[in-house]
T-cell receptor, first 114, second 113 residues
């Protein structure tokens, strides 16, 4: 299956600063990547669908100006959390889909905003 | 609106016995179902899937059953092993649009030696 690398795995930032999370598809060209967020003991919630060369599609309730997504190449998508607040602290995970079936996930990024 | 539900937040099973994880869904537009295993601070790992046109899929110790009329699927693990201890998520794929996955809340499975 596809290998997905996410970086960093853990980040702590001060409130008001911005944080960039990278998601790389190492062995597969992904025109579409997905960004999820998981709060403790809750499900994975889809935030947005990242489309190579075009604008991301955001799920209802997700602020596109706060969570900036860039998918500039077929192997890299980035999620930037702008003006981070403590309530943005969460586990962020990206995924790629190979074909029409299962998705392959990155290892996730634990964001803590202090 | 939780379209995919895993009503059991946790499950404990003796090693060697069968583990049965359940999942219910409400949207008839789901055409594909998947199970993922997740360890803490890691991304989910794909386990097994089933198309809506089938009612059973088996892969080694893992079998997924789909009951479309009841909108219910289950994952059977037999025999259960200590390494199976993890959080299990079921997910469903929407037939249309970006075919995004909708996840259940997860069930924490603990296999006791």
């Amino acid at each position: 299956g596809a290998v997905v690398s996410q970086h960093p795995s853990r980040v702590i930032c001060k409130s008001g600063t911005s944080v960039k999370i990278e998601c790389r598809s190492l062995d597969f060209q992904a025109t579409t990547m997905f960004w999820y967020r998981q709060f403790p003991k809750q499900s994975l919630m889809l935030m947005a669908t990242s489309n190579e060369g075009s604008k991301a599609t955001y799920e209802q309730g997700v602020e596109k100006d706060k969570f900036l997504i860039n998918h500039a190449s077929l192997t890299l998508s980035t999620l930037t959390v702008t003006s981070a607040h403590p309530e943005d602290s969460s586990f962020y995970i990206c995924s790629v889909r190979q074909g029409n079936t299962e998705a392959f996930f990155g290892q996730g990024t634990r964001l803590t905003v202090v | 609106d939780q379209q995919v539900k895993q009503n059991s937040p946790s499950l404990s099973v003796q090693e060697g016995r069968i583990s049965i994880l359940n999942c219910d869904y409400t949207n008839s537009m789901f055409d594909y179902f998947l199970w993922y295993k997740k360890y803490p601070a890691e991304g989910p790992t794909f386990l097994i899937s089933i198309s809506s046109i089938k009612d059973k899929n088996e892969d080694g110790r893992f079998t997924v059953f789909l009951n479309k009329s009841a909108k219910h699927l289950s994952l059977h693990i037999v025999p259960s092993q200590p390494g199976d201890s993890a959080v299990y998520f079921c997910a469903a794929r929407l037939r249309q649009g970006a075919q995004k996955l909708v996840f259940g809340q997860g069930t924490r499975l603990t296999i006791n030696p």
